[in-house]
């Protein structure tokens, strides 16, 4: 990979990428002394902000392939501010990566950044976030700099104050959100120190921090249990089993605009980046670590996905959903192939785009309604019919409904599991499981949006929202926008999006079979309207409607039946109802797991503290012992 960076020392170019990381932190910091009372005008300020990093980061993207060392120019910059420079010592840290992959992740952040500022500035009122632009603008360029950084150290600063800023996103107003916030919290700590390890035994095999310096077989105890280590690492940031608890939580009492930006968006790229490096570059996996990958992969998508199909709380399920599509990411790149990896990187892009749509879909209901309830809500479908379209267009997409993109990167994922069969490994003559339980997934995801519509827009409308209607036009042009790139990166996957953003980073390669995503898309085109021919010419619109009859009472207008009563059914079965059982209990949460353990391990020592003098004495006695046998 080295022949594709050369090392340069161009003033201009260090002081680009500098000025991209270092602006939205400097203007983070400066939020801070600005009064909440001035909310709206920190939201424009911000989107200022981010709309000037965005021109950056696609003239960068423009850019070639290059690696870009700050040392001179950090010293310099660190002289001038302060008379001295601080970082000396520190400088040769100070290298960024400028590659085709750092290039596309950036360019996505920027438009995430710029659509949930738009949103936030009528969504995000005073009180329900403290410090939200601050913390936002922050979030922003340490993204940029955690994706540009080759230093595996300097790319633990920026993860590091990202686990800082996902906590801080979140309200602790009531007892309920501030638990998810500690939740957090310490999932993400806890991950980021086992990451540590990991580096610091990358480093004691291959004696350099630069991403692009190492690659390491997992042939023995000690790489395999680096590899290990970071895998917990991007596991837990992208939310993937078993590591991925918080992130329902987080989507249920978060605002839908953290949501949207954090464990929908920036979360994923972020964890799946850091896994794209760890496979492409520092990494060299064996098919066992392969197998896993698949394993945990299957693992999340048909778990998560059936813990959404029984929520009754839309935003929890939209984070279960944000947990099941990692799976198919995971899935990806566990394949090995260029295909695997292009269809993974393109599925995270998706992903991303989809499920902060849906997100910001989400809190759109909530801002019109207060209600977060599936069961309490109903026939919205016309009193918000842009929210209601895009909603619609981000639970096709997600469901892999031709020709959308969900269909189109899930659809390189089956093929990357057929061609995989045809390799010697083991994993690969799992190739029918892998691929069965992919589309399973697909099919309940579908199962489970078909209760995310129809019971928030397309049942009927209760009383209580008759006056509802849109949310203002600076909500819902970050969905419209959403919903655009969702079609446009569906029809043109094939002949434009992949070649050109994803082939790049992955290699080259060729589709197999028949299909083509502009082909797909025209004869869904004809097939609707077709349908809107026939409709026509059939006069369907006669038809006559009358109320429920029943023991000479007409009772439709008083009477309903909840959407998600439909979904209850499958807590019925009886491995099924077991299993939910168990989940309610927690029994499948690693952080609630440990927190007993903790407890545990706590209260049994605290039962040795009897106040008996010869108790301690053994204590101190076995403790000593304890040290000769280690210093022996």
Known sequence: MNEFFSMVSQPSVCTFLQFLILLPILAGVVLFAIPGRFIKAKGLFALAISLITGYFTISLFSSAAQMVALERSAGMTCTALFGKNLLQGAESFLTLTVDNLSKLIILFISLFAILIILYSIVYIKKGRVKNYYPWFLITMGCSYGAILSDNLIMFLVFWGILGITLYKMIPGHNEESSATAKKTLILIGASDSIMIIGIAMVYRLTGSYSIDAVSLPTDNILSLTAFLALLVGCFTKAGAFPFHTWVPDYAKDAPASSSALLPA???????????????????????????LLLIIGVTTIIGAVMMALIQHNYKRLLGFHAVSQVGYMILGFGLGSMIGVAA???????????????????????????????????????????TFA?????????????????????WMIYQGIIDYGSQPEFASKLWVVWLGLAVLGSALTLA????????????????????????????????????LFCVGFGIFATNFIVPKLFMPVSGEFQFTGFWNSSLVSLLVIISIILGIIFYLILN?????????????????????????????TLGE????????????????DIYDLSKRFVLWLSNLFSGAHAGVLPGYIIWVCAGLIIMLIIMI
């Not at 079965?573 to 299993?579: E, M, N, T």
Request: glycine content about 8%; proline content about 3%; hydrophobic content about 50%.
């Open 344 to 386: 993974g990187l393109f599925h995270m892009i998706n992903h991303a785009l989809y499920k902060s749509g849906l997100l910001l879909s989400a809190g759109c209901v909530e801002y019109r309604t207060g209600e977060n309830n599936i069961d309490e809500l109903g026939g919205l479908s016309k009193a918000m019919p842009v």
């Open 573 to 588: 079965f009886r491995i099924l109802s077991v299993l939910y059982k168990k989940a309610e209990e927690k029994w499948f």
């Open 265 to 291: 968006s920036l979360d994923k790229l972020l964890g799946i980046y850091f896994l794209a490096r760890i496979i492409m570059d520092i990494f060299i996996l064996n098919e066992w670590m392969r197998l």
């Open 540 to 568: 369907f619109k006669n038809f006559r409607r009358e109320d429920s009859f029943i023991g000479g009472e007409r009772i439709q207008d008083q009477t309903s039946y909840a959407t998600p009563e439909f979904y209850k």
């Open 448 to 483: 489970s949006f078909i209760k995310f519509i129809g019971g928030i827009f397309l049942s009927r409308r209760k009383d209580a929202f008759e006056k509802v209607h849109e949310v203002p036009a600076l909500m819902w042009i970050p969905l419209a926008v959403l919903a």
């Open 390 to 410: 895009a909603a619609l267009v981000f639970a096709m997409s997600i469901s892999g409904v031709p020709p959308l993109n969900g269909f189109a990167s899930k």
